[in-house]
């Protein structure tokens, strides 16, 4: 018996110290001065990791790191078991946005399986591409900052992502994902610098992060399933939604891309986040379109607001500019939300709004010990329904219009 521990304790440690290899960005000429492009180099360590037959560490140095390029990391071909990126350094892009602007990521996964990217910081410098779009000229759409696409238990952990282009992170059908401690900033005024965008993906985990940008802090697009959103900071921004349309295939510009078709949301749960400053709470929204998409269990739980112009939001006639969607209803099923313990103010009266569909009416809501003031502490907060179906429970601050 002593024997076989022994030799257990040997095989551990041998296999320990023998099973991972790692990889300097630096030994292949990568140069954290801020100048020298190192995207080769972060390619050259990338390949060498992923040809690896151990599991591999790709070692990210202080410095300032210049990707002057959008770069892309395959693991169709990977023999790797899992490739750990640690970064120590800030990776950042050049400032002149047309580098990396039409390529629709800066820094892109593709097909990787077991990658965890830890510490370090995005810097993609997105200031002169918003001052473009903001000065109302026409200007490209801008790359998301990191973007992770049919890849399988992914970990991203401790990484800070700042100003970015478009979005920050997007991830796109993967599945068993864990973001942890992230945080990620863009000024208030940036558009479209959404934090964490999802789309077909499935068993997706946000901890303990912290998010405030110039748009959503949490995107959850057509196709996602089994969510869990725990102890996420959001603001100043605009808050957690759903948007029950795919925004890069061209559903905010108008006409392109609305697809019929689209996937449903399943199974999210959002607890413990605080919501501070922004313009919406916890919001499903949906184009006032034909679409067989449905969002079916949701519970929003112990949510902090605090002056939040729309707290809890369920808009289902969304057609701004009376674009491509007038006297349409939405076809979009909304069922089975739970919000259970919602605190805090809203920056306006109207504290719940429940404004379903009139083609297929909401069913199922729950509201359950919901208490929101109206900051205008000498006018209370009310509700309004319409086609909205269920129960409200405990406390019901404002008075449920259910
Ligand atoms: C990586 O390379 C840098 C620069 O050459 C060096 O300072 C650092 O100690 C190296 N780190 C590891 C883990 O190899
Ligand atoms: C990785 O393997 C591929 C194919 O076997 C080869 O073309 C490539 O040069 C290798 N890369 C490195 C860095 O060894
Ligand atoms: C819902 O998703 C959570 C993970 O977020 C998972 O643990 C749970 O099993 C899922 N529930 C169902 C009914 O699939
Ligand atoms: C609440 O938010 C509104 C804008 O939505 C702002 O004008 C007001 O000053 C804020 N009040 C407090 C107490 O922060």
């Known amino acids: 018996m002593k024997n076989i521990v022994f030799l257990v304790i040997i095989a551990l440690v041998s296999s320990s110290a023998s099973s991972k290899v790692t990889y300097n960005v630096t030994s292949f000429g990568a140069k954290g001065d801020g100048n020298t492009d190192s995207t080769k180099a972060f390619l050259s360590a990338w390949s060498a990791a992923c040809n690896s037959t151990k599991s591999a560490v790709i070692y990210v140095p202080t410095g300032t790191f210049l990707l002057a390029t959008a770069i892309t990391f395959a693991g169709e071909r990977c023999q790797s078991s899992s490739i750990t990126i640690r970064i120590y350094g800030t990776l950042v892009a050049p400032f002149n946005y047309a580098a990396i602007a039409n390529s629709g990521d800066w820094i892109r996964f593709h097909r990787v399986n077991h990658v965890t990217i830890s510490g370090g910081t995005l810097d993609a410098r997105g200031g002169s591409l918003w001052s473009c779009k903001t000065s109302g000229k026409s200007c490209p759409s801008g790359a998301t900052t990191l973007g992770i696409y049919n890849s399988k238990n992914i970990v991203i952990s401790g990484l800070k992502s700042i100003n970015s282009q478009m979005f920050h992170i997007l991830l796109d059908a993967c599945t068993n994902a864990r973001l942890q401690g992230v945080s990620i900033s863009a000024s208030g005024a940036s558009p479209n610098t959404d934090g964490i965008h999802l789309i077909s993906s499935n068993g997706v985990t946000i901890l303990n992060s912290k998010i ?132 805090g103010t809203s920056a306006t009266k109207v504290a719940v709004k429940l404004d379903c569909s009139q083609g297929n009416p909401c069913s199922g809501i729950r509201l359950k010990d919901v208490n929101l003031n109206y900051v205008r502490g000498n006018q209370p907060a009310v509700s309004s329904c319409a086609y909205a179906a269920g129960t409200a429970s405990g406390i019901s601050n404002p008075t449920s219009c259910l």
């Not at 729309?310 to 674009?323: G, L, S, T, V």
Request: proline share 5%.
């Open 212 to 343: 405030a940008t110039g748009d959503d802090c949490i995107s959850i697009g057509p196709g996602n399933s089994n969510l869990w959103i725990q102890t996420v900071a959001c603001g100043p921004g605009h808050g957690i939604r759903y948007a029950l349309c795919n925004i890069l295939f061209g559903c905010s510009i108008g006409s392109l891309g609305w697809e019929l078709d689209e996937p449903g949301v399943q199974n999210i749960t959002v607890t413990m986040a605080t919501f501070r400053g922004t313009q919406n709470g916890v919001r499903i929204k949906t184009w006032a379109r034909a679409s067989h998409g449905f969002v079916t269990g949701a519970l929003f739980q112990h949510v902090t607001m605090v002056n939040v112009s729309n707290p809890i939001i369920i808009e289902q006639r969304y057609c701004p500019d009376k674009n491509n969607c007038p006297n349409q209803v939405s076809g979009v099923k909304i069922k089975d939300v739970v919000y259970d313990d919602i605190h």
